[in-house]
């Protein structure tokens, strides 16, 4: 990026608030914050939004309704902003929604919603890996890691700390809870529940994400009473709703197993099993 200057532009944007390299293409309507640097090649549309401190790589398009927060970075040949791959799209006005801190890898592609007035949204600290793809709808919380080549389908929801693995295709609908860990190369059909690990085509579950806890902050306690609410959700021949009766009954129900409970009850494609 050492070639790129300050350029002046006559617009909303403010005099030399960006550095940008000769080559790129900005629309004088998109609104770019104090100190971002787009790279050669970029092309900014019109009604993009970005913040301060942004890095836009080489190649990169940002295009449609999007607005994005501080110190995010775009490598080489991502596109965000771009219609979404939905027959039900016809045009209606939706958008894409950034928030900070973000690392979006080599062609990443991030695609807006389809609905009238809806978002696809991506929070803030998470890095999304080279080839990633999050589809309409999408709602990838905070401090996530999707691994190369993850494909994100409609209206998936990834919450917080979740990790998933490279080579892994989530259906459209499936949400996967936080603190989840998805082994690389596996197939996701149905839900997730939060804390725990799972892998494979078919997808099995593998116990709790221990290590991914501990190093988050969470106590042995913690842990320990999650374990248990596990083995009686996984190994005790129970269905969901007697497992759910038990840890109820037999387990500490702090804040985390409640979030358990919680997001198993809201299940509509049902967890993995």
Sequence with gaps: MDSMKANKVVGPRPVAAAEI????VVDPAAQLGHNVKIGPHAVIGPEVVV???CVIG???LITGKTTIGRNNRFFHGAAVGCEPQDKKFHGETTFVEIGENNDFREYCTIHPATGEGESTRVGSDNLLMAYVHVA???HVHDNTVLANAVNLAGHVEVENNAIIG???PVHQFVRIGAFAFVGGGSRLPQD???FIKVAGNPIE???INSIGMKRNGFTDDEVLNLKRAYRLLYRSGLNVTQALERIAAECNLDVHVEQLMAFIRRSDRGIVR
């Excluded at 390299?21 to 790129?24: F, G």
């Design 205 to 207: 579950v593998a116990g």
């Design 166 to 168: 490279g080579l892994t």
């Design 58 to 60: 080489s190649s990169v």
């Design 192 to 194: 997730v529940p939060p």
């Design 51 to 53: 913040g301060p401190d």
């Design 136 to 138: 309409h709808n999408c």
């Design 21 to 24: 390299h000769p080559t790129a």
